[in-house]
C-alpha cells in the first residue's frame, strides 16, 4: 500500500506469466511520449495498477513500444471526501447544461450566484419543513468568504422570519456557517500532488519559471490521459489547475488555450460534468451505468424518463416496449461524448432491461467479451483515438504537431469511407438527441420547477439558447 496516492510506470514483462514490474516515480519527464492512467477510486494497489497497465499495453499500444506507460494508485485516506468533491464541481459546472436540478446537499455560492442559489434550492427546502435537509447541506464558497456569509445570514433571517421560524435563525445560521468552506477546499491536495508531478514539468522550466510556448504545447501533446469514473474529474481539476498556474507563470491567454488544446484525456464513464474544456475532453459512457455521479440535468432526465417507461412496458410483455437510441456523439466546447444504450447484453426472455450488469461501469477493456454491437463500437472508438492520440504524440519529434480533431483520431489515419460515416450518423445522432431532450424540458419545466417564484422565463431562455 503507498502512503500518498502515487504514479507508477509499467514496465514491460519479461517473464512467461506476462505480469510486468511497476516501480512509483517522483515525476514524469517532460519530455516522456506517454499514456497516463488516471483510474477509478478503486484502484490502491500496485497490482491493480500493474493489470491496468497490461490493458493499455495488450489492447491500445499493440506493436508500439517506445511509449512510457503510467498509471495513478491512491491512497484511500486521499479520496475521503471524492464523493463531496466531484458533486461540488458537477453544482459548479451546471450539470452539464442548464442548472443542476434540485440538488440540495453540495451547493456552490458564489458572490454573483447567492440569492439565486437560495431562492431556487434552500428557501423551498426550508418552506416545506425540512430543517434536517437544510442540516445536510454543504456549502462551497467561491470569493470573498466574508461577504458570502453575511449575505447568506441576511436571506436565511429574512426567510425564516417570512415563514414563522424566526426564533430558529440563530441555530440554523451557526449550523450552516459550520458547513461552509472555501470551494478551494473542496479541491483536494492529491489533484495538486499528482499535477505537479505530470503537468507542471511540461509548462515550466528546471527554474520554475515559463518556457516557449510552443515547446509546452509539444510536452503536453506528448501526454495522453486515459481515465475511469473518478479519474476524469481529477484529470478535470488538473486542466483548471493548469490554466491557474499558466495565467501565474506569465503565459497570454491565447497561450493557455493553445497549449492546453493539445492535452488528450480519454475518459471512460466519466464521474464529472462534461459540457466545456481547454483541452480534447472526449469521453466515452453508456447510458444504462448507473455507477457515476448523477448531472441531474435534463439530458439525464430526459434518458431517465424513456428507460424507465422501457422498463415498465417490458414488465407488461407491450410488443414495443424497447427505446430505440442509436449510438451517438454529443459534441459541445470541445468536449465530444460517445454514447450508447447499452453495452453489454442482457437475456430478453428473463430480465429484460431491468437487468444490471456490472460491466456498464467497470469493465476497462477496449476488446469486451458479451458485449452488445454498441458496446464494440464504443469500445472501438475509445481505442481508436487513444492510439491515434499515441501516434500523435510519437510524431513530436519532428517538431510540432497538432492534435487532430475528433473524427480523424476516430479514423486512426485510414480513409475508411464505412468508419467515417459511422462517425457522421453518430454525430448526427447526438443531434437529434439533444433536440428531443430540449423540447422535453421546454414541456415539462413547470413539473421539474412547480413552486410559484421560480424564474421560468430565465430558464426558457437558457434552454432556447442552447438548442440554437
Known sequence: MVMRSSIFLRKNPTGPDGVGDVVPVDA?????VCTVYIPGNGIKT??????LGGIVSNEVFGNITNVANYVVVYNPLDLDD????????IDRRGGNFVPRLNNITHIYLTEKNLRDVFR???????SAGGIRSFGKM???LDGDTEIIIDEFTKLLREHMEKIGLGEN?????????????PYNAYRPEYIESLFNKMILPRISGDDGGRIDANMAAQNIRKMNILTHCHGAYVAQMMVELAETKMRKLGYAPAEVNKILSQLLVVAFAPACTLEKSKCRFIGFMSLSDSMIDGAHNWAEVFAWKNMTD???KFNQWAPDWEWKLPPMVLAHNNVDTFVVKRRFEYDNEIDGPNNTVIGEHNNLHYYPRFATADGKLLATMARNVTLSGIRNSLAQSDGFTPLPDTANLVLDGRHD???RQIFQNMTESGRAFMADVYKFAMANLRKIHPRNNENIRDIKLDISRRAQ
Open 28 to 32: 514524469i519527464p517532460r519530455d516522456d
Open 46 to 51: 500496485s497490482p491493480q495498477a500493474e493489470k
Open 82 to 89: 471524492d464523493v463531496a468533491e466531484r458533486a461540488i464541481q
Open 120 to 126: 431556487r434550492k434552500i428557501a423551498p427546502v426550508l
Open 138 to 140: 454543504r456549502f462551497a
Open 169 to 181: 435563525v440563530g441555530a440554523m445560521t451557526r449550523h450552516a456557517i459550520a458547513n461552509m468552506h
Open 310 to 312: 422501457e422498463r415498465m
Open 417 to 419: 469511407a464505412t468508419l
